[in-house]
């Protein structure tokens, strides 16, 4: 097992890239970080709530910021992304100046969309389910960038994910 790769989860909203993050953190015994998390944990304030006060662009400055900042200061080699970051080719450049490893969990429209349904997190570009498709399908050739491609669909649980991410990575 390579203990030295870093990990860098992107995908969809509501794809599940925090639970598999936490399941891989286990599994590698290493350090995690939840970009969002991160910032929210900065910035004392909800993304939600800097997306409505700020606006999308001044968040999408704070999130290379943040990013930056996690790159050069953490030792966590697991981290999982918001569902924008990949999108910017300035922070897919920053996480590959950083060696990180992209991993794109890839799924259905659907299935993230039932997923942003049932959850509490206010996702404020994904309040309606038009506009989060148009965004879905823009997204896809960015998602593609990465550097492995996992699918995710019902009746595989994020634990399951993580296994086949460290059965294929890590073997
Ligand atoms: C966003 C996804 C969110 C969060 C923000 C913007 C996006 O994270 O970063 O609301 O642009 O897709 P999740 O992917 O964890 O929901």
Not at 27 to 41: A, P, T
Not at 87 to 105: C, E, P, Q, S, Y
Not at 133 to 140: G, N
Request: net charge negative; with cysteine; hydrophobic share 40%.
């Amino acid at each position: 097992m390579n203990e030295d790769i870093r990990i860098a989860l992107t995908g969809f909203m509501g794809v599940g890239k925090s639970s598999v993050a936490r399941h891989l953190s286990q599994m590698l015994r290493c350090q995690r970080v939840d970009l969002d998390m991160f910032i929210e944990d900065n910035e004392r304030r909800r993304v939600a709530a800097i997306i409505d006060a700020d606006g999308i662009d001044h968040y999408r400055s704070l999130e290379t910021q943040y990013l930056q900042r996690f790159l050069n200061e953490s030792d966590a080699t697991i981290l999982s992304l918001g569902g924008g970051t990949w999108t910017n080719a300035a922070n897919r450049d920053l996480l590959k100046a950083h060696a990180f490893t992209t991993v794109w969990l890839e799924s259905t429209f659907e299935h993230c969309w039932l997923n942003i349904s049932f959850s509490r997190k206010d996702r404020p570009l994904a309040r309606d389910k038009q506009s989060a498709l148009k965004l879905f399908e823009e997204r896809q050739k960015d998602y593609s960038l990465a550097d492995w491609h996992f699918i995710v669909r019902s009746g595989l649980t994020s634990y399951d994910v993580a296994r086949n991410i460290v059965d294929e990575i890590f073997s």
